[in-house]
């Protein structure tokens, strides 16, 4: 990889965590300017929360078996060494707080194959925000509204199932709403984390792929109008999708030094244009695998209209 | 002695009562603004205000919708399920521009936001440019409740563009409305209606709590404040302090929204009002509607009478005869009654091979599965209409016969009633002694089936029409009055008799179109009014509409239809060989850019 090349994926990932904890494109509140009427708010029951003390991409050739021939999958992993150092900034400084809230678990800590467990991205509640104690054990967290369906469901709820302390989820598809990024969504992951004994902790990892069609919309003004899929293909050296998720072939995506020029599908059909990473026909992902560990949390609340 | 006079004045009274109805002769003094709008017949002719020819063009009578936009979003997409939302059931692309993900999609009948995000709204928006302007009103029927934090708005905007992502929840906003009605979920479990203006709430309605359809309107008035309507009452008006401006901005409708329980059954949007202007009539863009089929098929010689009718779901079928050719001309054991499937506003196609009923002599793939039973010849001249939800047919030959049947539609096409009950010829020397046909048909809201029909009792004699009434569509019975309808004096263009009637029934008037035979079997349409359907008077200015004006030899068996305020004619006449169908709009020929998904039909 050159320097330049690397300066450019550094930035994005820079951009990327900042981008967490930014709401300056956040929707519009309800009503606008002078409203006067909102909608009622929901009434959400929130369970047993762990937040993120550390994120960490496992380095390439590490990680979690996606596809079954028991070689780890990692694409991502490459640029790991880049990554970490900042998503250990964004969680220490509060502008990454990732919560994991394991629902239907009343008989905690006994098994239990019958849980949900849901993704939130949070705001410190604390006024003003004080990220020392976001992963003390005591952090106390707000999410955001539109983290919910308009029926006042979480949008990233999944079945899980815990045995042992060991809790494992494995949806098809699992998308997390990043504000001021987008929608991330990942496809056939294998999450896997062990809880401490008194469940204020846990340990584990994650492996999935990313799609696509969700890292070509990866996108903000903070990415200087770029998307990740762009500064992926553009910027690295053999950038194309390592999951067959379709069972055509792997795919391929053509850049063209900014952008997205074309796409070249496992059968070798080409699909033109900077849309193509969303056609149908373009169903790979990238693969990549984390490492996390986790401590208890509280979610106290939402927040309406950021 | 007095008495004598008094019978002559008596006697004179009734006879000019006689010809009010059958000549219009005193359109002399209800003529201005005022007098068209004091509930009064100040002229004595039986026509009260805007009834009345004399008013039609006045302003108080000018109230006819000019519309630029009528979307019931149902036609092709009724029957999907919004739950497993039809990719392929979009908003018409020539009408809106779509936006956003997931796309809005129609189905049950309305346009759903289908998306469950509480981000970005999606919607449409509307390509015709609206000027802001006094007269211009936005209505749309809301249906459904929305969910707790899912909302339905609709509005105008100044954006000529609006876009969405393939992320649907992406943060950006859409739809940026300057005036709108919002929807949203209250407390109560129910919805309130929200005014805004300006990026403002302005209003607030009451809650509703019932998922009926529910009308909201927005309406710039003639002080250009904008005033918020629900079901035909103001629950809001914007500031005074802060009209339109002068020089009103151009903008766009839009619909814009999240959630999938509430949806929008249809939106119209209005640029204020003409007036009405029955002897306006144009060819429309695509003048011939129907020509004869492909050669081999039962209707390859002549498609003639045509007959407009509305589908459940919405959207217009047409019923029409059809022959094939004999020795230069129709042949009656090659005729039949088929049904052209609306594609598309006043586009038709005949799907089937075989007509509704016909002639036990064609021969198509599937048989006839309804042929003329023996004692019917020839129903082939249609009156579509609707009882209790069932589509049912008044039919009659096209040149004339012996009654007037009422067929019920199905698997098999099958006659109603017995005898005695169809409308049938008259006795010996009645008007309609000789034979019978062509009727139009009307459903009032008390249920009674109000048929005109043309009978003459002789075979050279005028055609005259007349009126029979029914509960059930089935039993009819002639009104005393027949001929509720005569020939004009010899020489009119009707002189030689009116046949083929076409009647609407709006605003508390009925109104008639018809074919009128003049000198030398000279043929045009004639237009006439009643209050009650007996009584008519003739519109002094008829007939409304000639063969030369629009370029046709002939013009025969109109039927009407009335869509979105604007009325649509379709007639029959001659081509080279046999005859095709045609269409014409009335008024200002711009009106047919509208669309025309529903609507009041007449024949």
Known sequence: ?306 | MRRPVLVAVAATLATSCTLLTDFDTSSLGEDSDALCSDEVDNDGNGLTDCSDFGCLAQPSCCVIPRVAIDDDFSPACADAICSEADPACVPDPTVWQSWGTPDPVLCQGRLSPNKIEQCYDVGVLGLTPLTFEPGLVVAATLVGIPEPRARIEVGLTLQDEIRGSFDPCESLTTAEPVLSIRQLADEGGGYRLVARFDGSDVGLSDPFTEPSPRQIELAIADDRRVHYLVDGIEFAASPAEQPLPQSGPVGRVVAAGRGTAAGIDRITVTVGTDCDTPALWSPAESFMVMEPGIAGRWDDYSVFAPALTERDEGGIDLYYGGCREKEGSCDPLAAGLGLAAGVGPFEFTAGEDCPLVGAASIVCDDGIKSPFADQFDNLIDAAPFRMDGEMMILASQENGGDQIVTLRLGDRVTALGELEDRIRTGNSGAWDAHEVCCPAVTVGDDGVVRAWYAGRNGANAPWRIGLAQSNDGIRFEKDPNNPVLREGSAGAFDGDGLTAPAVLFERGLYRMWYEARGFFGATSIGYAVSTDGVHWHKYPDNPVLLPDDIGLSAVRAPSLALIGGHLQMVLSAEVDAGSAIYRLVNGDPDADAAPAPRGMLGR
């Open chain 1, 1 to 306: 990889m050159t320097a330049r090349r690397r300066r450019r994926a550094l930035a994005v990932w820079l951009l990327l965590a900042a981008a967490c904890g930014s709401d300056d494109d956040a929707a519009q509140p309800d009503g606008g300017p002078g409203a006067s009427f909102s909608p009622p708010e929901c009434q959400v029951e929130f369970g047993h929360t762990l937040i993120f003390k550390t994120v960490t991409l496992l380095p390439q050739g590490e990680g979690v078996d996606i596809t079954g021939d028991d070689v780890p999958d990692n694409l991502l992993g490459r640029i790991a060494p880049l990554a970490n150092p900042t998503i250990v900034q964004v969680i220490a400084n509060g502008t990454g707080v990732f919560l994991l809230d394991f629902t239907g678990w009343e008989d905690a800590p006994a098994d239990d194959d019958d849980m949900e467990v849901t993704f939130y991205l949070g705001a410190d509640s604390d006024i003003p925000p004080d990220p020392s104690d976001n992963t003390s054990g005591h952090g106390d967290f707000l999410v955001v509204d539109r983290q919910f369906d308009v029926d006042c469901n979480p949008l990233t709820r999944v079945p899980t199932s815990v045995a042992g302390r060991v809790a494992r989820a494995t949806p098809a598809v699992w998308r997390f709403l990043i504000e001021g990024v987008g929608t991330l969504s990942f496809e056939r992951i294998q999450l896997e984390v062990e809880f401490t004994p008194d469940l204020t902790g846990f340990s584990g990892q994650f492996g999935t792929g990313w799609g696509m069609c969700s890292l070509a919309h990866t996108e903000g003004p903070l990415f200087a109008g770029a998307t990740l899929l762009e500064r992926l293909v553009n910027d690295f050296e053999e950038p194309d999708p390592d999951l067959d998720f379709d069972g055509d072939g792997l795919e391929h995506v053509v850049g063209d030094g900014e952008g997205i020029a074309s796409c070249i599908d496992g059968d070798g059909t080409v699909i033109e244009g900077p849309d193509c990473p969303c056609d149908p026909r373009m169903g790979d992902a990238y693969s990549v695998s984390v490492a996390v560990e986790g401590a208890a949390a509280t979610i106290s609340g939402i927040i309406y209209g950021q």
